[in-house]
């Protein structure tokens, strides 16, 4: 469809009834390969990350253009030290709040900060190349962030002993985060993914405390009828979906740490479930043939569910073989052109 002042909630109903999925895997960093930048440049600069958004979007047709899952950008907008490699994602590397006292006093940054001018560069210079699908941002979800800032052993602890630091902490963290995708919707972008994986990490109680409450009043900030959300978590979801229904986002994305055919049960038939093929093992270190038989397995055991989109588990790594994410594709055309 044409995103020209996109209406949320029919694209996604437009998804659903389609006989033929679109495939929307989160791909955008093997992009790299096809206009000959390196990791490194590309997270540098958001003009670059557009030219790599267009290229993915001209060899493939996607329900959605992506911008690259970088979930140290906010992050170092707080002041995290991050490191950067050729040709792997940035990677926090320190932690900057060790208590209570840091936490009250940590500053919230203002959106511009870091590379998060980029990104939403990225997003202003993308929507002038791509026309004829809609622009998703990425943004990360308030306690994978937080445990960014804190260290990520640290918080899963400090929800138990210190829940007043992590709170004090998730305040901060979304505040920061409504701000920074009202910029990325003020730039053009026509929805978000929200990378929430920590919270795949805690037990039903504790992701309702600490990411469920306040992905919910996240979501209820930045979502209109001309703004998708859709939330990722690619941890293990099942004993947590009472709680991720109630985040209100349009769509959910899922990594292969559970089996979507369990999943779909429990998810209504209004809401997108997107997943999820394996993206180590299948996309990047898998063959033509391997992608191709584990997305034919995961369609026969998923697409009965007319709510079910076909996409990766996670992001797709930037030397990934294009031949493997043709092989996906490929997988996904052969289904629907048979009769099931």
Known sequence: MNAENMNAEKWISEAIAAKAKTPMPVLSFPGVQIIGKSVSELVRDGALQARCMKAIADRYETLAAVTLMDLSVEAEAFGAPIAFSEMEVPTVTGRIVEDETGANGLGI???????????????????????????????????SLAGRLLDMTEIMV???????????????????????????????ADGVIFAEPAAGLLSPLLNREFSAKYMREIVAAVKDEHFAVIYHNCGNTIPLIEDILAIGAHGLHFGNAIKLSDMLPLVPPDVAVFGNIDPARQFRNGTPESVRESTLETLAACAAYPNYIPSSGCDIPAQTPLENIDAFFGAVAEFYANPH
Request: aromatic share 6%; net charge positive.
């Open 158 to 188: 400090l929800s138990i002993t210190e829940p007043d630091t992590v709170r004090a902490m998730l305040e901060k963290t979304s505040k920061f985060i409504v701000a920074y995708v009202g910029a990325l919707k003020s730039a053009g």
């Open 109 to 143: 940054p203002d959106v511009g900060a870091g590379r998060t001018g980029e990104y939403a560069k990225t997003v202003r210079e993308a929507k002038k190349l791509i026309a004829d699908r809609p622009v998703l941002a990425g943004a990360i979800g308030p306690f």
